[in-house]
């Protein structure tokens, strides 16, 4: 069984926003490097502040995690094929998950809970949403439907909607809105 137009749209969207940071229709460390900037410069880490350098190690990390799991053919990139064959190998058996989508995970809560409270409010998930692109009004709705419209999402809750957004098939699943978009 292939995966779903819906699933396929989730998954470029994430591609082709988050990852593919450089549009060249590949991912690959380039595109790790430009995030790295661009989370760093968000958040005002200057090059050789801890976080900075926190910041570098985690995502290269990422990327070389990444790279292992979903470049098949060695080619040090990660194509749209590659990219939905390991998504829909997740989505078939969260128990699979491999350490640097955990890290990822908790590397996107972290950044996103700027107060670093525990919680991800609206105008955080908002801030780091519209960092990539997206229109703030349509990640604070996303964080509306998301949160089911309570105050601010936990790192628990979160989890459990990052495995909602790989894996479900219905277009209304909270999860569906954890990167920001209101509809695939």
């Keep these: 069984m292939s995966i779903s137009d819906f699933r396929k749209k989730k998954l470029l969207f994430l591609f ?5 940071v450089n549009q060249s229709g590949e991912i690959d460390v380039k595109d790790f490097e430009l995030a790295i900037e661009r989370v760093c410069q968000l958040r005002g880490w200057a090059k050789g ?21 979903a470049d098949k053919d060695n080619d040090g990139q990660v194509s749209v094929e590659e990219w939905c064959n390991m998504w829909d190998a997740y989505a078939k058996d969260p128990s ?22 525990g ?7 908002a801030l780091v949403c519209s960092s990539y692109g997206l229109e703030k ?9 998301m949160a089911r419209s309570q105050d601010e999402v936990t790192r628990e809750q979160f989890a ?3 495995e909602e957004y790989f894996s479900s098939e219905d277009p209304c699943a909270p999860g569906n809105f954890i990167f920001g978009k209101t509809s695939f």
């Design 16 to 20: 082709n926003v988050f990852f593919d």
């Design 49 to 69: 502040t801890p976080k900075n350098q926190e910041t570098h190690s985690v995502m290269l990390e990422i990327w070389e995690g990444l790279r292992s799991q």
């Design 96 to 117: 699979t998950v491999m350490d640097w989508q955990n890290k990822y995970m908790n590397f996107m809560f972290d950044l996103e809970d700027a107060s670093n409270d």
């Design 119 to 125: 919680g991800i409010d609206a105008s955080e998930f």
């Design 137 to 145: 009004k349509e990640c604070e709705l996303a964080f509306k439907k």
């Design 160 to 162: 459990s909607l990052w």
